[in-house]
């Protein structure tokens, strides 16, 4: 069969919703732009359990401490299906891992901003993990059957994360005047940058139209935006926080509120490594991969000497 | 050690293993994915840490992903669809009598 | 021993005897819990919070019942966060900072082992909360011994440099776990109603399997009778412990008055 009808074939089985696996032909370009994504995204998983594991040791209660300790350690978790998926595609973790920590990686820029207080860690929860729901549950439908798979289990996993954060962001909002003053500073800090995690203008974003037309996504960028806008709102007001946009307007016609305009220069500034804590937190991923090579390499040695052992065994 | 073992200077995440869990007693293994580990015993308890974080599974195994032997998705057809005029394999082919169950 | 403590209730002691195994388990908990997003691997990355969060949970049961037990109306969390150094009775072994993986291995598997026929005999008491709490948690702490024995026996039969580094952090360590074995008035009480384990009954048993996997893994076993550090169950610690409890209190301690929970 030449190229072009595998491709129609390909679109084919896309357009019927039948799910891509491993094994099946897909263009080559599919497949390339599915490990971008899909690295991009392991990588985001567990570069972010920096931001919040900065405040396990501090946190102000034994249940907020072991709730922030299992929801870092499901990011590794949810770090870990996406690298096996991305696997499938084959790559490797080590290839992978290799672009990330050479600079030639990209990971989500919202972990790129600093957890100054111990109120981001639960606007974190609120609204970036309430970012990355409505942008996984969308994945978990994806054309490609591993990652829409992993995103199945992580959905499953992560109900829990927005809701322990819009918990905690509710309480301090209820709270004494310095919990409140604190809560309100850190959805000032943290509301831009987090409409900024579903990437430019559908108009900007080459990559969009075409993972839509490959059944990766459903939603365009600036669509994904507006339903996280229409449900935050919401939630902010319900507890009495106020969104830092002065052109926040409830449209009654659509039915949808519209804001402000993203303040992009800071959007590709901290794509291109300029953000507050991009050398930063490469410069820890870099040291824990450093520091582990030792213990990697000894496992690996003592399963060599084992095998060796049993084959003169036996 | 020999230090001249090309091994000793290679840098890797350890092979990779399938993982399969049990969910609950009686029921069959499924797949839930696969961990990086440098022998058997490690892959048992990286798929316990990972696959396991939330009990849901009573028994794991794990297979290196090497020995897996799959087939190959153009060979749906052929493979699978001979299957497709065995209609008698199937219990819906069949009409019985039938028998309500009476509940006490 | 310290002679103040002879006039304690059995109330009392069983009080102080929850904090201590509490305190040891926190603190440790709180060490592990630092390797999180700094793991060798992701595998072990994963493997190690579910230890920490194991300890912290399990510390968190033991204060909720010292202050049922003692009765006064405290919550759990005053004892984590409003209590000072000297207050701690948490091992000196489980405060020393995390150290390499060699280091946090080694601690680790001396703790975990300790723990395994501590909570073995525990499992037995007369006093069935208490006896039901730990039995739960036994599960989890024999898990905790498979886990860091098994990489006890990779570094030390592991490369070289993995056989000195865990040999090293072993000799580091082990002046600290005389102290596991100490017992004073508050065991004594408590035994005397079975309510506590008497460590001198698993005293070797346990250096059996310290020696046994130690010795598989290649390596040196220290002096069971070298010079032992002791006081930790008095409140007296090493500096780590100051460094440890402003990080972990402080935001706690700044905001007293806040919904923390």
Redesign the interface.
């Known amino acids: 069969m030449s190229k072009e009808s595998k491709a129609q074939e390909f679109q084919e089985r896309i357009d019927n919703g039948e799910t891509i696996?491993p094994?099946?032909?897909m263009p080559e370009r599919y497949q390339k732009q599915l490990i971008r994504m899909m690295s991009q995204h392991a990588h985001s998983e567990?570069v972010g359990?920096?931001p919040e594991?900065n405040w396990?040791?501090?946190?102000?209660?034994?249940?907020?401490?072991?709730i922030l300790?299992?929801k870092?350690?499901?990011e590794?978790?949810h770090?870990?299906?996406l690298?096996?998926a991305t696997?499938t595609l084959g790559a490797?973790?080590?290839e992978v891992?290799d672009d990330l920590l050479n600079g030639r990686a990209k990971y989500s820029s919202i972990f790129n901003y600093p957890t100054l207080s111990?109120a981001d860690v639960a606007v974190i929860g609120w609204l970036v993990d309430g970012a990355a729901i409505i942008n996984q549950t969308m994945l978990a439908r994806s054309s490609y059957g591993p990652y829409s798979r992993?995103m199945v289990?992580i959905c499953k996993?992560e109900s829990f994360h927005k809701k322990q954060g819009y918990e905690m962001v509710a309480?301090?909002a209820d709270?004494?005047p310095?919990?409140q003053e604190m809560i309100q500073d850190a959805v000032d800090r943290w509301w831009w940058p987090t409409l900024m995690m579903f990437g430019p203008h559908d108009e900007d974003s080459p990559n969009s139209a075409e993972l839509i037309k490959w059944g990766v996504k459903s939603k365009t960028n600036d669509e994904l935006r507006q339903s996280f806008v229409d449900r935050h709102v919401q939630e902010a007001h319900a507890v009495g926080l106020e969104i830092p946009d002065p052109d926040l307007e409830y449209n009654e016609e659509t039915e949808h509120w519209e804001f402000g305009e993203i303040d992009w220069d800071e959007f590709w500034n901290v794509v291109r490594g300029n953000g507050p804590m991009n050398k930063e937190r490469m410069k820890?991923r870099r040291?824990?991969h450093e520091?582990?090579?030792?213990?990697?390499?000894?496992?690996?040695?003592?399963?060599?000497?084992?095998r060796l052992q049993k084959e003169k065994a036996s | 050690m020999t230090k001249t073992d090309e091994k000793e200077s290679k840098d890797t995440q350890w092979p990779l293993w399938e993982v399969f869990t049990q969910p609950r007693d009686g029921k069959p293994h499924e797949h839930a994915g696969n961990v990086h580990a440098p022998d058997a015993e490690m892959a048992l308890e990286n798929a316990r840490d990972v696959y396991a974080r939330r009990k849901e599974a009573v028994n794991i195994w794990v297979v290196p992903s090497d020995q897996i032997v799959a087939s190959k998705g153009e060979d749906a057809g052929p493979f699978f669809d001979p299957a497709d005029d065995k209609p008698y394999r199937h219990p819906q082919f069949y009409s019985v009598p039938r028998v309500s169950k009476r509940r006490k | 021993m310290s002679t103040q403590t002879k006039t304690l209730t059995k109330k009392e002691a069983l009080f102080e005897y929850l904090v201590r195994l509490a305190d040891d388990r926190l603190i440790l908990g709180h060490r592990l819990s630092e390797w999180c997003g700094h793991g060798p691997i992701l595998e072990e990355d994963i493997a190690l919070a579910n230890v920490a969060l194991d300890y912290i949970g399990h510390a968190a049961s033991l204060y909720e019942y010292a202050v049922e037990i003692e009765g006064e109306d405290r919550h759990r969390d005053d004892l984590v966060y409003f209590r000072n150094d000297v207050e701690f009775k948490n091992l000196k072994l489980t405060e020393l900072p995390k150290g390499d993986f060699g280091f946090t291995i080694a601690r680790q598997f001396l703790f975990a082992s300790f723990s395994y026929f501590l909570y073995t005999e525990l499992s037995e008491v007369e006093d069935e909360q208490f006896a039901g709490m730990v039995k739960k948690h036994l599960k989890e702490v024999k898990y905790h011994l498979r886990h860091s024995r098994e990489w006890v026996l990779r570094l030390g039969d592991g490369t070289e440099e993995s056989h000195e580094r865990i040999q090293d952090s072993i000799d580091d360590v082990w002046t600290y776990v005389g102290e596991l074995f100490y017992q004073d008035e508050v065991d004594e009480i408590l035994q005397e109603h079975n309510l506590a384990a008497d460590t001198e009954t698993f005293k070797e048993e346990w250096k059996e399997l310290v020696v046994d996997t130690l010795e598989e893994a290649t390596l040196e076993v220290p002096d069971f009778d070298q010079f032992m550090v002791e006081g930790s169950r008095q409140g007296l610690h090493t500096e780590h412990l100051g460094h440890l409890l402003a990080e972990m209190q402080h935001l706690r301690r700044s905001y007293p008055d806040g919904n923390w929970q």
Not at chain 1, 57 to 66: D, E, I, N, Q, V
């Open positions: 696996e094994k099946d032909w567990v359990m920096l594991g396990i040791t501090r946190a102000p209660s034994l249940r907020r401490k072991m300790l299992s870092v350690q499901d590794a978790g770090g870990l299906y690298y096996s696997e490797s973790r080590q891992l111990w992993a289990r996993e309480q301090m709270g004494t310095e919990q820890t040291e824990a520091n582990g090579k030792w213990v990697r390499k000894a496992a690996e040695e003592y399963a060599r000497k084992q």
